[in-house]
């Protein structure tokens, strides 16, 4: 049974700095995965994702700022947030499937990843 745990959320001040992490069990082989976020009133957005090559994207307001990585060791994706800026406030899924992207946009769509996390709460203040 394919599961994954986020951990990590909280509130920071604007400029400063969070580690969300998701611990993935039960899947066979190394799948897609991204960080996706949600806002009150907003659609859920892909922020980072990362291929099962290794392959990464980011959604163009956080690139330079986030950071996707993942330790095969310990089944664990992280996402690394630095600069933290009040719009990056939300609930932060992370998520897995097996999607065959055509190309690297393919990895932010939230429609094409299977398996998702019960997500963690962000909340910058500015």
């Known amino acids: 049974q394919e599961q994954l745990v986020e951990s990590g959320g909280g509130s920071v001040q604007a400029g400063g700095s969070l580690r969300i992490s998701c611990v993935l069990s039960?899947?066979?082989?190394?799948?897609?995965m991204g960080w996706f976020r949600q806002a009150p009133g907003n659609e859920r957005e892909g922020v980072a994702a990362?291929?099962?090559?290794?392959?990464?994207t980011y959604l163009k307001s956080v690139k330079g700022r986030f950071t996707i990585s993942l330790d095969n060791a310990k089944k664990t994706l992280y996402l690394q947030m630095d600069n933290l800026k009040p719009e990056d406030t939300g609930v932060y899924y992370c998520?897995?499937?097996?999607?065959?992207?055509?190309?690297?946009?393919?990895?932010?769509?939230?429609?094409?990843?299977?398996?998702w996390g019960q997500g963690t709460q962000v909340t910058v203040s500015s």
């Open positions: 039960g899947f066979a082989d190394t799948p897609d």
């Open positions: 990362r291929d099962k090559l290794g392959f990464i």
């Open positions: 998520a897995a499937g097996y999607i065959d992207a055509k190309s690297g946009s393919w990895l932010l769509l939230p429609n094409l990843y299977n398996f």
